[in-house]
C-alpha cells in the first residue's frame, strides 16, 4: 500500500489548489491549465463518489479513503508525464488527510498519514470561502464551511507548507495565481518565505 501512495519525483513546478468544498478549485485548475498549456489533475474522489452514490446510494465510508488516496497519486504521478513545466493539482493526499480526521473522528490512515506529510509541492493555494454554495449528491456540510476553512489553513500552517490564500471573484484569484506562478517559474527558491510575503501583502489589500 505505501508504494502506490508515493509520489513520483519531478522538475515540474507543482501547484496544489486546497480548500474546502464548494471554493471554486476545480475551476481555477481548469484555468490554470489553459493559461499555461498544460494538464491538470482532477480530484479523484469525485468520480470515485459520484460512483459509488449513483451505484449504491452511500456517500463516502471510512474504507473509501485509501482507494481515493491511491487513485490521486495515480493521476497525479501519471499527468507529471505529460505536463508542460507547471501540473495543477486540483487536490492532493494533504486534503485527504483532513477530510479523514474531520469525518472520522480524527482517524487517519498511518500510511495515508506518513504519504501526505511526505509529499512535497511547490505552492498551496488555499480558496477561501466567498464563492457560493453549490449543492450536489457529494457536499454536505454548507453549515460548516468556516470550521472546515480552518481546518484546511491549519494543516498547512502545521505542516509549514508554502500557500496563499486566494479570495474574490474568478478573474481576481486567477490574476493572483498566475502572478504566484510565473514568479515560481523564474525562481524555485525560498518558497516558504515568498508565500507567507504574499499573503501579507493580499491581506492588507483585501
Known amino acids: 500500500m505505501e508504494k502506490r501512495l508515493k509520489q513520483q519525483k519531478s522538475n515540474l513546478v507543482k501547484v496544489v489548489l486546497f480548500g474546502p468544498e464548494s471554493t471554486g478549485k476545480t475551476t481555477l485548475s481548469g484555468q490554470l491549465a489553459r493559461h499555461y498549456n498544460t494538464v491538470w489533475a482532477p480530484e479523484f474522489a469525485r468520480e470515485y463518489l459520484q460512483d459509488k452514490w449513483n451505484n449504491e446510494r452511500k456517500i463516502c465510508e471510512q474504507k473509501d479513503i485509501i482507494p481515493i488516496a491511491e487513485g490521486q497519486?495515480?493521476?497525479?504521478?501519471?499527468?507529471?508525464?505529460k505536463a508542460d513545466k507547471v501540473l495543477i493539482c486540483d487536490t492532493d493526499l494533504l486534503e485527504t488527510k483532513v477530510y479523514s480526521e474531520e469525518y472520522y473522528g480524527g482517524f487517519v490512515d498511518e500510511n495515508l498519514d506518513r504519504a501526505a506529510i511526505e509529499n512535497t509541492y511547490d505552492i498551496y493555494f488555499l480558496t477561501?470561502?466567498?464563492?457560493?454554495?453549490?449543492?450536489?449528491?457529494?457536499r454536505d456540510k454548507p453549515g460548516e464551511r468556516l470550521e472546515m476553512f480552518q481546518a484546511f489553513e491549519n494543516t498547512l500552517i502545521k505542516y509549514k507548507r508554502p500557500y496563499v490564500l486566494l479570495k474574490g471573484d474568478k478573474e481576481t484569484r486567477l490574476k493572483k495565481a498566475v502572478a504566484i506562478i510565473d514568479e515560481l517559474l523564474a525562481?524555485?527558491?525560498?518558497l516558504y518565505s515568498f508565500s507567507t510575503l504574499l499573503n501579507d501583502e493580499y491581506s492588507r489589500t483585501t
Open 187 to 190: 525562481n524555485k527558491k525560498d
Open 73 to 81: 497519486i495515480k493521476l497525479e504521478n501519471e499527468l507529471s508525464k
Open 128 to 138: 477561501y470561502i466567498d464563492t457560493p454554495w453549490e449543492a450536489d449528491d457529494l
